[in-house]
């Protein structure tokens, strides 16, 4: 039973070092490739704080606290994007028939899908998330608790983001070239979450909590740490859930994902 | 037990056309309907048919690939779209038009995830692909992308890959498509060794006959998703060897020969081919043609596996 848990991970860890090794065969291309997308994702921030400029707070929020949020969500879907980015690619592998050949090893098909030419290009943008993460912290009054709700909040945020990279990749099994689908809901709800939700209307609020659980990894505990109410008036507990949230998530994708993986219909030649 | 034990085995696809603006319109495609068959372990057989007959759906199901829409499928004793990553150890599957082998990395390299994936220890690992190369001619070529690789070298890369955790099973989707003469004998004769010193059982599917009288003993028709022969190879010869041809080149382009006792096939231009009884003699028919047509040639064919094979398919048995 251990082993049948432990090996695909042991799997998956032996799959993405040959990648690396691979990549890193090739260091100059590598190295402009890891500037340029830590450039690009530096900019994303910057726009943010440009907006700052002329006013001083947003939706009741400042800068820091702003960067906080957005630190979050941007740690949680740098991990997951640098993990198992390549489950993206679920149409592409149907088309060419990859997927075929993924079915006949004997390693569980979401790992082989997960490593699939793993890169570290990938890293830039948990660089610049991080990065915006430190620069926030010290906004926060920190106790012990409040650390380890941020821990938990950052673990919970790279899970739930592996959630939602597979369960909106799974569309694919149905309609092969749908990768950008997938993006409306993952980086789309990234970018929402990345401004006080006192800002939108409230359903948008509401969906972002019960449809589509984002919130839960970032706004709620970020509320928790900074020793706010939710403004929108919902209960104060919801500030301690971002690890179920995810489990619902993660189980939710699983489940599909198997759906998917049996309906598969193959290719006709 | 037999090793592979397939018993009304089923699958359909329901294939969506347009039909129309906005429109589509649903049918159904039985790609393989009441399959049954046996393989013992250590056969070689050959699975040919017509194209879109059913021959990779099938071997998609008998890897787990493809989920049957119904009947019995067993193969090593694993129910293989259940039990896929278990059965995964016990086979390997080359699909000729496709490569398992990754693009941009180098052979070797591809070579090693597959020792990972499949934790072949390291000796044997080494002793597997040493053997392989050399069988196979490939030590050149280990260092160099598999994207810059002939379709030659990329298929001996792909069967190298497929044997390296040694497969109780190998199944193999055309593996010779698009390989020069030299190759294909090559690897006929790889795979005759391999059967003949490791005992891997060999399903293959091909278009080229010559594969299936070099390797197979048995072999198995199947058209419309059903088999409609299954037996020796010489059997298959005996049951559609009944006519034999007399191809006849006449000085001019005609009417197609009509004489007693034989009937016109083909005609292409001047040349006619015509087919008569095989037990029959050919001399009175040679005789009849040329006292009442202007012939410049004439020439006599025995019956060959293939169009032993094109009758069944026509009959559809
Ligand atoms: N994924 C699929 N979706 C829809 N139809 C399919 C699919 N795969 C196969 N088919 C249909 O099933 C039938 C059998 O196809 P299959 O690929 O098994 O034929 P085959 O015997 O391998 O032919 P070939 O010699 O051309 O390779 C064909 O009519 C094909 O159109
Ligand atoms: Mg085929």
Redesign the pocket.
């Known amino acids: 039973m251990a082993d049948r848990l432990w090996r695909p991970v042991a799997c998956y860890g032996d799959m993405v070092r040959l990648w690396i090794r691979a990549e890193l065969s090739y260091p100059a291309s590598f190295a402009m490739l890891v500037v340029g997308s830590m450039m690009i994702n530096a900019l994303d921030f910057v726009a943010i704080a440009i907006m700052f400029s002329s006013i001083d707070t947003l939706g009741g929020f400042g800068l820091r606290e702003i960067a906080l949020l957005y630190g979050a969500t941007g740690v949680g879907i740098g991990v997951a994007d640098t993990a198992i980015g390549s489950v993206e690619r679920i149409g592409e592998f149907v088309r060419t028939g990859r997927l075929d050949q993924m079915l006949t090893k004997p390693v569980p098909l979401l790992v082989q899908v997960c490593s699939d030419r793993f890169t570290l290009r990938r890293l830039g943008r948990i660089t610049q998330a991080s990065v915006v993460l430190v620069w926030a912290l010290p906004i926060v009054d920190w106790t012990p608790t409040r650390v380890l709700v941020a821990v938990v909040m950052l673990l919970s945020s790279s899970a739930l983001f592996f959630g939602l990279f597979v369960l909106f990749s799974c569309v694919q099994f149905w309609t092969t070239d749908a990768s950008e689908f997938a993006n409306a809901f993952t980086y789309g709800g990234n970018t929402l979450t990345q401004y006080p939700l006192t800002v939108f209307p409230r359903e948008v609020a509401l969906a972002l909590t019960f449809v589509l659980p984002i919130a839960f990894v970032n706004w709620y505990p970020c509320l928790y740490l900074l020793g706010r109410s939710d403004p929108n008036g919902l209960p104060d507990w919801l500030q301690f859930c971002s690890p179920l949230a995810a489990a619902a998530v993660i189980t939710v994708a699983l489940l599909v994902w198997r759906t998917g993986v049996r309906r598969y219909?193959?290719?006709?030649? | 037990m037999p090793l592979i034990d397939v018993a009304g085995l089923e699958?359909t696809?329901?294939?969506r056309r347009r039909a129309g603006f906005m429109r589509r319109s649903k049918s159904v495609?039985?790609?393989?309907q009441d399959l049954t068959f046996s393989i013992e372990a250590g056969e070689m057989v050959g699975y040919i048919?017509?194209?879109?007959?059913?021959?990779?759906?099938?071997?998609?199901m008998l890897t787990g690939i493809?989920v049957p829409t119904s009947g019995e499928l067993r193969v090593a004793g694993l129910e293989p779209s259940r039990q896929r990553t278990d059965l995964a150890r016990r086979i390997g599957v080359v699909f000729g038009?496709r490569t398992t082998l990754w693009w941009d990395l180098p052979l070797r390299d591809s070579f090693e995830l597959l020792q990972k994936i499949y934790r072949v220890p390291d000796q044997r690992f080494r002793e597997n692909l040493d053997r392989f190369v050399e069988l196979l001619d490939l030590g050149d070529q280990l260092d160099t992308p598999v994207r810059q690789l002939s379709l030659g070298q990329r298929m001996r890369g792909d069967i190298t890959a497929a044997l390296l955790h040694d497969p109780e099973i190998l199944y193999l989707?055309?593996p010779t498509i698009g390989l020069d003469v030299v190759s294909k004998g090559r690897l006929r004769e790889f795979l005759r060794a391999l059967n003949a010193e490791r005992g891997t059982t060999l399903l293959l599917?091909t278009?080229d006959l010559q594969d299936i009288e070099a390797l197979c003993d048995r072999v198995i028709v199947?058209d419309h998703?059903t088999s409609v022969y299954d037996g020796t190879l010489a059997g298959l010869h005996a049951q559609g060897g009944s006519t034999r041809t007399l191809v006849v080149d006449l000085v001019d382009t005609g009417p197609p020969i009509d004489v007693p006792g034989a009937e016109v096939r083909k005609v292409e231009g001047p040349r006619q081919w015509l087919s008569f009884p095989a037990d029959a003699s050919a001399a009175p028919l040679v005789a009849a043609v040329a006292s009442a047509y202007d012939v410049a040639d004439l020439s006599i064919q025995e019956p060959d596996i293939e169009d032993v094979i094109r009758e069944l398919y026509s009959h559809g048995a």
């Open positions: 219909t193959s290719t006709g030649s | 699958r696809f329901v294939v495609v039985r790609a393989v048919g017509p194209n879109g007959a059913g021959k990779s759906t099938t071997i998609k493809l038009q989707d055309e599917t278009h199947i998703g």
